[in-house]
């Protein structure tokens, strides 16, 4: 168990990583040409264990379902997302980012993994599993945070 000074000095890793993160995704914006709501967006499509159609994307992004409209047609537009209807209910969309997408956001985020896979090379082995833990239930602990 850490002591309230180790305590802080996670919390505050923490918030240093949050803002970090905050500003990566600013930065890919800028060299993607994309507002930083659209690379969440993308981000989100992406990641999602399901398909997402523009309504749970708005929830997901905390915007207006007219907002998530707008957004999707100009990620659309742009050649960022398709959109294909869902197989179990035709009046259903399902959003997916583009292989050009993919590529874009590969090659720019290119050097940053390459950084991260060092910092990653660098653990211990027995460390890994300790990290991942440590990580896992941050991010569970910002999920559930309402």
Known sequence: MADEQAARDL???????LQ??????AALARKLSLRVT???ALDQVVSSPEPLGPGELGNRLGITSASATVLVDRLAAAGHLARHADPADRRRVHLEATEH???DVRTALGPLLAEMEAIT???EPEHVPVV???LDD???AMRAYD
């Open 11 to 17: 919390s505050l890793a923490v918030r240093r990583l």
């Open 20 to 25: 970090a993160g905050r500003g990566m995704q």
């Open 38 to 40: 659209d690379v969440q």
């Open 101 to 103: 997408a993919r590529e």
């Open 121 to 123: 090379d660098r653990l």
């Open 132 to 134: 991942l833990s440590f």
């Open 138 to 140: 941050v991010a569970a």
